[in-house]
C-alpha cells in the first residue's frame, strides 16, 4: 500500500489552490467587502461620540473666549447653508474620526486587492485553457488531414458513416422530442446539439451557402446564427461558439443513417467545428 506523505498532502492541497484561485480570492474578497461594511457601521458610534466630545469642548472656548455657542453656530450656518454635512466630511472631522475607521478601511482595501487577484487568475486560467484548445484543435485538424491523405476520402468517409452510427444508436430518437420546422420533412440529427428535427438536405446546404457568403462581410458567424437559419431555436452555449473567416468556412458533413426506430435520419456533423473565441479578427 503506497503510504501518503505530508509533502504530497501539501502538494495536493498547493495544485488545488492553484487551481481553483479564482474562486477563493472571490469568496474572500467578497466576505471582506462584507465584513469592511460591518466595521464601518460599527465604527460609526465611537466616531459620533469622538464629534460630540469635541463640540462640547468647542462650547466651553466659546464662553471662555466670551463669544456664544450660538453665535458661533450661526456664523457657520450663513457660511455652509448650501453644505449640510460639511462638518461631518471637514478635514478636523477626519482627523478626528480617522482611526474608529481603518479596520473598515484596510479591510476594504485588501478585498479590493483579492478581487483583482481573482480576475487576474481567472484572465491566466482562461488564456492557459485557450492555449489548450487551440493545440488540441490544431492537432485534430492535422489528424483529420493526414486520415484523408492516407487512406482516401472514400474510406475516411466510412469512417465518419461508422462514427455517425454510433452516435445515433447512443442517443437514439426516441429518446427524444422530435422538433418540427417549416423547411422539411426529412428527419435530422444535429451532433452538437443532440436534437432530432425535420429539416431538408437542400435547404440546410442552401443555409450553409448563404452563411458563408455572410461571413465573407461579417468575418465570423455564431452556431445560433447556423441553427436560426435551419429553423432551429438557439442553445445556451451558440452564442459562445461559432466560425471566424480567417479558419474557413462552415463545412458540413452528412451522413445517411437509420435511427433506432427504423427511420431514415441524416446525421449533420461538422469537418470543422465551431471554436469558443471565433470573435476575435486578429
Avoid at 55 to 81: G, R
Avoid at 155 to 180: F, G, L, N, Q
Wanted: proline share 2%; charged share 30%.
Amino acid at each position: 500500500m503506497r503510504k501518503i506523505s505530508f509533502g504530497m498532502i501539501a502538494k495536493g492541497m498547493k495544485a488545488a489552490m492553484k487551481k481553483h484561485s479564482p474562486e477563493i480570492l472571490t469568496g474572500i474578497g467578497i466576505t471582506g467587502m462584507i465584513t469592511a461594511a460591518v466595521l464601518a457601521v460599527k465604527a460609526t458610534p465611537k466616531a459620533l461620540i469622538l464629534i460630540e466630545d469635541s463640540k462640547n469642548n468647542s462650547k466651553s472656548d466659546v464662553k471662555e473666549n466670551k463669544e456664544t455657542f450660538e453665535e458661533k453656530k450661526t456664523k457657520k450656518s450663513k457660511l455652509l447653508k448650501y453644505n449640510r454635512f460639511a462638518d461631518i466630511i471637514s478635514l478636523d472631522t477626519v482627523k478626528l474620526c480617522w482611526k474608529c475607521y481603518t479596520p473598515a478601511v484596510l479591510t476594504g482595501i485588501l478585498s479590493i486587492a483579492c478581487l483583482i487577484g481573482a480576475n487576474s487568475a481567472h484572465v491566466r486560467h482562461k488564456a492557459a485553457l485557450m492555449a489548450a484548445y487551440s493545440l488540441s484543435e490544431s492537432t485534430l485538424k492535422e489528424y483529420q488531414d493526414k486520415v484523408v491523405e492516407t487512406i482516401g476520402e472514400r474510406k475516411e468517409k466510412i469512417v465518419r458513416d461508422a462514427i455517425a452510427k454510433d452516435k445515433i444508436e447512443r442517443d437514439p430518437v426516441t429518446s427524444h422530442e422530435v422538433i418540427i420546422t417549416d423547411i422539411g420533412n426529412t428527419l435530422c440529427y444535429d451532433v452538437i446539439s443532440g436534437r432530432y428535427f425535420k429539416s431538408d438536405i437542400d435547404k440546410i446546404k442552401r443555409a450553409e451557402n448563404q452563411l458563408n457568403r455572410l461571413m465573407r462581410d461579417d468575418m465570423y458567424i455564431s452556431l445560433n446564427d447556423f441553427y436560426y437559419e435551419i429553423g432551429l431555436s438557439s442553445i445556451k452555449l451558440g452564442d459562445d461558439l461559432g466560425w471566424n473567416i480567417q479558419d474557413g468556412y462552415i463545412d458540413l458533413n452528412f451522413s445517411s443513417q437509420l435511427a433506432n426506430d427504423d427511420t431514415p435520419c441524416l446525421v449533420i456533423d461538422y469537418h470543422y467545428g465551431p471554436k469558443y473565441d471565433y470573435r476575435q479578427l486578429l
